[in-house]
């Protein structure tokens, strides 16, 4: 079926629900009017709609392949990656200085979802770029930025991230990828990366590797790695690409979904780079990319979500089954119902948390510490939450559809393919529980109360209006408040055990205030969307925390013997 840009959810989520106008109000984006901004959303929806979506279950059927040491990509995929770079979407984000629009955060996360949920597949390679973009950014010499960030930004070149090796995956620091100076002021890397996303192509120019390494004198583990940009072809005197790098394409992995977006094992002997920021300090700048793209993946299995939903709901209307009554369809079953009730309100609650969070991100970029706390701290629930929304909702889509969902022609298992990976890479989901429970909380839990004060704050300000809805929202806070006081008083590492039920709460509180927020501003159906979200799901804040205070003693006294049959 046809992917339509949820582009009206968009505007009422930045105007009603997370207050875009603080963003708005600041002298970086005064320009950014309601005019401005509905007409960049619908002109990334035009785009998204018309010609990315239909490249969707091409690069299912026909993915990326590698023919004689060149990557051949899917079908009209280069077609669509022009119009992602005419347009200019590349380098939404990014500085004018070098090119880019500029625009907040909090749109350019609206247009990257619309890209995720039109084609996740190749929706991935500008975000890595975007990642690589603002490392550069941040962390590169006045020469790099002048010579990569106007080529990155206009789309003619390609950015990828080379985190993972065979023996060192989440462990970064047991990476073995070495680093030798050549005397030229560049560096010879030499090793091996997995895991590596558009690693190549063939539509843009250049590609641009971001590679971990070890410099000779790097001390062991992650205080000892630097951080290179290694290009595939080597740029001459004028910037154009020249001579091959000594680097290539090994393979390409053979996966479960997102089959158009080439994942592949690269080599690198003795191939030319330069330092990237300070020797030794590359997992700062690697987190820069690494931040970005975890907003933007829990963004991108968002738009997995909406699309899967919008094809569910199609089918349920147009199927028809039983007595249900009414139409006859399928949609008029309360289980059926109840499904795409779900999957309507957990997609929205999770959209709310991603712009949310890329609201947090544009307003500590004026300088506001608090604003830059809060974005750290939502970071993982957006990468977690929007990930399970994106595999959750999908694999309810599939039940929806009933056998025709198992049947791979209708499109409902690809959602649910394709959006698997997303809890995986960028940090796994677990690892972001990790972050919130510990270092997020190294200030004693300080940037949650202040979120959880407002969010009693929004219900108070509800009770008139929607009493049976604030009250519940309202008691929410507090249990959290109480468990997150419980939290930081134990020591880091008896928090792990306990940091998915904990994380998973506090989505469930965040999604219970954006519906509360929008049942206040909107319409009945509005209203209705945000009652059943409270009264069906928001209970199950209560399951997580109990979880949660079970502790680390029921998980950690299990051995070996106790897994086996």
Known sequence: MPFHAPVEDFRFILEHVIGFSDVAATACHAEMTSDVTDAILTEAARMCDDILAPLN??????????????????????????????????????????????????????????????????????????????????????????????????????????????????????????????????????GQKIYITWADNDFSDNVAHMVLARLPDGAAGTKGISLFLVPKLIPDAGGRPGEANSLRVVSLEHKLGIHGSPTAVMEYDGAKGWLVGEPHAGMAAMFTMMNTARLGVGSQAVGVAEAATQAALAYAMDRKQGRAGGSGAIVEHADVRAMLARMRAETFAARAIT????????????????????????????????TETGINVADLGIQVHGGMGFIEETGAAQFLRDARITAIYEGTNGIQAMDLVGRKMMDGGEAAFRLFDEIEAGAEAAREMVPDLAEPVWQAAEQMREATEWLVAREVSARFAGAMPYLRAFARLLGAHYHLQAARAGNGKRKRLAAFYIQRMLPELSAHLAALRAGEGCVMALGAEDLTP
Request: charge should be negative; aromatic fraction near 4%.
């Open 57 to 190: 279950r091409a690069g299912d059927l026909s993915g990326a392949r590698l023919e004689n040491g060149v990557v051949r990509t899917s079908p009209g995929y280069a077609e669509g990656y022009r119009a992602i770079a005419s347009g200019g979407w590349v380098g939404m984000a990014a500085d004018p200085e070098h090119g880019g629009m500029g625009l907040p955060m909090a749109l350019a996360t609206c247009v990257n979802e619309m890209m995720g949920g039109a084609c996740l597949a190749l929706q991935l390679n500008p975000l890595m770029t975007q990642a690589e973009i603002e490392a550069l950014e941040h962390h590169a010499s006045p020469d790099l930025q002048a010579l990569y960030l106007p080529k990155l930004i206009s789309g003619e070149w390609c950015g990828t991230m080379n985190l993972t090796e065979p023996q060192a995956g989440s462990d970064v620091g047991a990476l073995r990828t070495r680093a030798e100076p050549d005397g030229e002021g560049t560096y010879r890397i030499t």
């Open 355 to 386: 712009l949310a969070c890329a609201k947090a991100i544009d307003l500590g970029r004026e300088g506001r510490a608090a604003e830059t706390a809060r974005a750290a701290l939502l970071t993982p629930i957006a990468k977690t939450f929007g």
